[in-house]
């Protein structure tokens, strides 16, 4: 028996999220794990680093699974990938410690969520941006977003978590190209919920509904009411996780 680590990519548009669902909607897990009961000798059973909600893309979702099968390693990729459908796909198979976990393995996840500022939507994108068609404050929402970084209880951000709510933020990046806004961010870990929420709060300041030092308020506070609203799944990507403490990007 050995220990397999995938690194996937999938288009969120059609799942109802990365985790299987009580009523049987299609999710990125359950078709991997069909996937992977027609490899003989496999466990099809799969643990994903992060939650992806329906609509939520990924870049580089790391998932384990356990398997006696005989394929080598380098062919599962393409072995998985003949047997999956075109929105989800295996980009890399490697061997792993027998003890590693991909969920409680992991140090850091990165989140990277697109902002689409422009007078008229988008045809060709509409899957994979938020649009907003008034203009930003761009200065106020970086100063924002920086209060985000540190230890912090996310409860106002947080969406039905039961879990503690206390979580790190190493770091929040905020890019301006070609008419996007792009928001990174790099944790510790994320309750449910709250990147969105920290994206759609991020928005009401850059329209001037809030002022950015209102977040370090927001922070102190448990009340999910506070906060912003709810942005919309399609503008956010899990981007990777990290295996080693977070040392920043180069």
Do not use: C
């Not at 850091?108 to 500022?117: G, T, V």
């Not at 930003?136 to 978590?161: C, K, Q, T, W």
Request: hydrophobic fraction near 40%.
């Amino acid at each position: 028996m050995r220990r397999v680590r995938l690194t996937l990519e999938y288009d969120g548009t059609g799942f109802a999220g990365m985790q299987i669902q009580a009523r049987g909607e299609r999710t990125v897990q359950g078709v991997l794990e069909e996937a992977l009961a027609k490899i003989p000798g496999t466990v099809p059973k799969i643990t994903a680093a992060g939650r992806t909600d329906a609509g939520v893309h990924a870049l580089a979702m790391p998932v384990h699974y356990d398997g006696a099968e005989s394929v080598p390693i380098e062919r599962i990729p393409r072995a998985l990938n003949s047997l999956l459908p075109p929105d989800v796909r295996v980009l890399e198979a490697a061997e792993v410690a027998p003890g590693w976990d991909a969920r409680r393995s992991a140090r850091w996840r990165h989140y990277w969520y697109r902002l689409l500022n422009r007078s008229q939507p988008t045809a060709l994108e509409r899957h994979r941006v938020w649009w907003i068609p008034q203009p930003f404050d761009f200065p106020a929402i970086a100063a924002a977003a920086a209060l985000f970084e540190g230890e912090h209880d996310f409860a106002s951000f947080a969406n039905r978590e039961k879990r503690s709510t206390v979580r790190t933020i190493y770091q929040v990046r905020t890019e301006a190209r070609g008419g996007e806004l792009h928001i990174h961010f790099v944790g510790s870990g994320f309750v449910r919920g709250q990147v969105r929420s920290m994206v759609g709060t991020l928005v009401e300041v850059g329209l001037g509904k809030r002022r950015p030092e209102q977040i370090a308020d927001l922070l102190k506070s448990a009340d999910r009411g506070a906060a912003g609203v709810t942005a919309p799944p399609q503008g956010l990507y899990f981007v990777a996780a990290g295996y080693a403490e977070w040392g920043g990007y180069d």
